[in-house]
Each structure stands twice: as structure tokens, then as C-alpha cells.
Nanobody, 123 residues
Framework: QVRPVESGGGLVQAGGSLRLSCSAS????????VGWFRQAPGKERDVVAS????????YYADSVKGRFTISRDNAKNVVYLLMNSLKPEESAVYYC????????????????WGQGTQVTVSS
């Protein structure tokens, strides 16, 4: 059973940075495309960034381009989301999701989801 596990959330001031980590038990993460999502109270869950299994292809939501960076270290079985210049409106629960794939592309749908980690950005 694949279980993504997020860590690294917390409280940060506006303009600050956080790095989220997504590790996985029950699988070799390098075989999986991974995405980061976020959901604020009363809002839909939106994709933030995604990465192919090799790390060679990435996708970013327009709202985070130039500020967030998704990366992965397959030797360590972990995917990162570095978030810079955070804004209060980006406070949300951030989720990591994974999908096994043979193709080296980002994907839009995911099969395995983590429990999420809270990110709170104070003004």
C-alpha cells in the first residue's frame, strides 16, 4: 500500500519560506509521478505543482510560478516543495499525491494521497 507522508508545514510570516517534504512508504517512489495540492477552508483543492518520475518535467500553477520549486531525490525516496515569498492567502492544508506511471510526464490524476500538512502564513 502506497502511503505518501507530508512534513514541513508550519507557521511562517508573509514573505517567508517553507520547504515541504513528501516521503512514501510501501513503494519505490521513483516509479511515481507526484503532485502537490492545497486546500483552504471552504475552497476546492487545487494543484500547486507536479513532477514526473524522473524529475525532468514539472508543472506549476500560474499563481506560484517563480516562487515555488518542486524537486525530488529518488535515492532518498522524497519529493520537495520549496515555497518562497509566501502570502497569507496561501494558508492551507498542503497534500502530496502520487501515481504510478511508465511515462515520464506530469499527470493530472492521482491514486494515492497523504493526510496533508498545515501551512499558515501570517500577515
Amino acid at each position: 500500500q502506497v502511503r505518501p507522508v507530508e512534513s514541513g508545514g508550519g507557521l511562517v510570516q508573509a514573505g517567508g519560506s517553507l520547504r515541504l517534504s513528501c516521503s512514501a512508504s510501501g513503494c519505490i517512489f521513483k516509479n511515481y509521478a507526484v503532485g502537490w495540492f492545497r486546500q483552504a477552508p471552504g475552497k476546492e483543492r487545487d494543484v500547486v505543482a507536479s513532477i514526473s518520475w524522473s524529475g525532468g518535467k514539472t508543472y506549476y500553477a500560474d499563481s506560484v510560478k517563480g516562487r515555488f520549486t518542486i524537486s525530488r531525490d529518488n535515492a532518498k525516496n522524497v519529493v520537495y516543495l520549496l515555497m518562497n515569498s509566501l502570502k497569507p492567502e496561501e494558508s492551507a492544508v498542503y497534500y502530496c499525491a502520487a501515481r504510478w506511471t511508465l511515462t515520464n510526464t506530469v499527470v493530472a490524476e492521482y491514486d494515492y494521497w497523504g493526510q496533508g500538512t498545515q501551512v499558515t502564513v501570517s500577515s
